[in-house]
């Protein structure tokens, strides 16, 4: 599948202003088109796997982000309905006790893949999206190097999938997020992006419900 993308630079002015811009909104009212898929609201996710024991984490399907990561996926989500794609969002804001819980969990090989809850996570300052694309008439995720929380090599950006198509998608997807969204990604994994300069914006800590 070839996809056309539309980069273009966004003034300012179009963002949300400094004021407030940490503050959490429910970005499924601001983009009610873009699909939400809470992994760690169920026990599909890497905690059950690593621990032997399912368990969710999260007590909502609601995904809430800082206002300006939320501006950002706005332009990202038009960009891609122009060509009947949208953004799939597995994870937004993290309590950070949560990220305490995830670290110790996972054994010390593959920590890189979760950042250090002592220094937090771009997530629990609700700077940070772990997302996909999508069909919009579908709903079907385009195929990625990897399924979502995938740790290992094969989840870089870097990795060169036997498939050029999925290689071509998750290129993609970084080129929107990167040049359309001016977020900045995670090598190692291809979900992952995060706000440039959000270490100023404060760690959190409570569950939403």
């Not at 006790?97 to 996570?121: C, I, N």
Request: include cysteine; charge should be negative.
């Amino acid at each position: 599948m070839k996809h056309s993308l539309l980069i273009f630079l966004f003034a300012p002015s179009l963002l949300f202003s400094q004021i407030g811009s940490d503050e959490l909104v429910n970005i499924k009212e601001l983009i009610p088109d873009i699909v939400i898929d809470v992994r760690y609201n169920t026990t599909d996710n890497f905690v059950s796997t690593y621990s032997g024991i399912p368990q969710k984490l999260y007590s909502t399907d609601e995904c809430f982000v800082s206002r300006s990561v939320a501006q950002r996926l706005i332009i990202v989500q038009d960009s891609l309905r122009k060509s009947g794609l949208g953004l799939k969002m597995y994870d937004g804001y993290r309590p950070r006790a949560v990220q305490y819980f995830m670290y110790e969990t996972l054994p010390v090989e593959y920590r890189s893949f979760v950042a250090d809850p002592s220094s937090g996570s771009h997530h629990n300052r609700g700077a940070a999206v772990d997302v996909s694309i999508i069909t919009l008439a579908t709903g079907k995720e385009l195929l990625m190097p990897t399924k979502f929380d995938y740790f290992g090599p094969e989840a870089a950006h870097d990795y060169v999938h036997p498939n050029p198509i999925v290689n071509q998608n998750r290129e993609y997807l970084h080129a929107m997020m990167m040049y359309v969204g001016g977020f900045t990604d995670y090598v190692v994994e291809w979900w992952h992006y995060q706000l440039p300069a959000a270490t100023s914006y404060q760690l959190l800590d409570f569950q939403l419900k």
